[in-house]
Each structure stands twice: as C-alpha cells, then as structure tokens.
C-alpha cells in the first residue's frame, strides 16, 4: 500500500478523526480567518457546497449567518466525521451529506452552486489534484459564484515552517503524513489560469491563509 492510500485511510479511523477535531478549534486565529471568509460570501446565496467538510463546521457558520440558503452539501469520505456532520445537521433539513473522495472527480450530479467553501482539506491532495479540483470547482459554480479555501498552506522556509508547528503546539516531526502543503502564490495563479476574478489571498497567519476568487457573471 503507498504512503498516500495509508494516510487517506487513516481519516477513516476515529482515533485520527477525532484526535484532529479535538485540537482543530484551538488553531490561533481560526476564527479571523473564518470571520474574513464569511465576510466574502455574497447575500442572496442559496446554494452552498462544503469540500472536504469533516464534521460540517465550515458549513454551519456559512448556514448561520445566510438563513436564505436553500440546500447546503457536506461532502466528505470519512465515515467518522461524516457521523459527527449527520449528528450536527439531524434537525436541519437543508443540509444534505454527501459521501464522496474528492481526490476522485467530484459527482457531475451535484449541480452547480452559488459559493462552494472548503476549510483545512484541499491540502491533503497531490499538487496535480489540487488542481484539477479547482477546475471542477470553477465548473460547479454558477456565474458570479465564490470559491473559498480556507487552506494550509507551505511555508516560504524551512525556518517558517517549524515557527508555525511552534506556534499551534506541535512539533514540525508530528506533521500529518497527508499533509501535501502548496505555496500560495502557485494556487493563486492557478485560480486565475482556471478563470477565476478578483482572485487574492483574502487573510493569512503564517501557513494558514484564505485564498478565493469568483466566478465571472459573464464568461
């Protein structure tokens, strides 16, 4: 079995499932970032896809602050988080679960949306999937949609990249082995070569940034 399948199978257990969202609301600044990200997204939404969702944080903040949405998708594989997502949304009727690995091409059938976000995740895929996921994203969205990927990204310096693991209390030899991290500026050309406007790293605190970019209303 490759390194890559080990640690995408890893996400299935509930030890590393859990042991991730038992740490991932104590990130500094996390809440910055995600007020920045909820800021971007235009009023008027109705229809959100969450990438990457784990247990549908993201999602529900997006929710909470846009109660026009009609259907909100959580989209995930892991089986444990998606227990933690059904559990958070069971008396929300808007929201739908969607179990899928997005290191696969996303469903055709899931139709296009008006803001697709994704918190913490993308990172996880190879370099070439990250892209290709992006195009599938910018195909997903309807004219004047926004993409939003609150995302760990790589360091400029090895030096940089240990201050980060520093600073959320981890020692960098603890890093997560499916961990794949992309500088931002390669991202941020990538969106722009898909066809994304207005595209920028929104917010960053060391290797935690926001990059979006929207779909033109006219393409």
């Not at 959100?48 to 949405?69: C, E, F, K, W, Y």
């Not at 994203?137 to 949609?145: E, K, Q, S, T």
Request: hydrophobic share 40%.
């Amino acid at each position: 079995m490759s390194t890559e399948d080990t640690s995408k199978s890893e996400w299935q257990t509930k030890k590393h499932a859990f042991k991730y969202l038992s740490r991932a609301h104590k990130l500094p600044h996390r809440t910055e970032g995600e007020r920045v990200l909820l800021e971007q997204i235009p009023q008027g939404v109705e229809r959100v896809l969450d990438l990457g969702a784990g247990d549908g944080r993201l999602l529900s903040l997006v929710l909470a602050i846009n109660p026009q949405i009609k259907e909100g998708v959580v989209l995930d594989f892991s089986d444990p988080m998606l227990i933690r997502a059904k559990s958070r949304f069971q008396d929300d009727k808007r929201v739908r679960i969607v179990r899928h690995d997005f290191s696969l091409p996303l469903p055709k059938d899931l139709g296009c949306f008006d803001a697709i976000v994704s918190s913490l995740a993308i990172h996880h895929l190879t370099h070439e999937r990250k892209r290709q996921l992006y195009t599938e994203v910018f195909n997903h969205l309807n004219p004047g949609g926004i993409f939003c990927n609150f995302e760990h990204v790589s360091s400029a310096t090895e030096r940089l990249h240990r201050k980060f693991f520093l600073a959320i209390g981890q020692m960098p030899e603890s890093e997560d082995p499916s961990n794949k991290l992309l500088d931002v500026e390669t991202q941020l050309g990538w969106l722009r070569e898909i066809g994304f406007v207005d595209v920028d790293c929104y917010w960053k605190w060391l290797e935690i940034a926001l990059l979006a970019g929207f779909k033109p209303t006219v393409c």
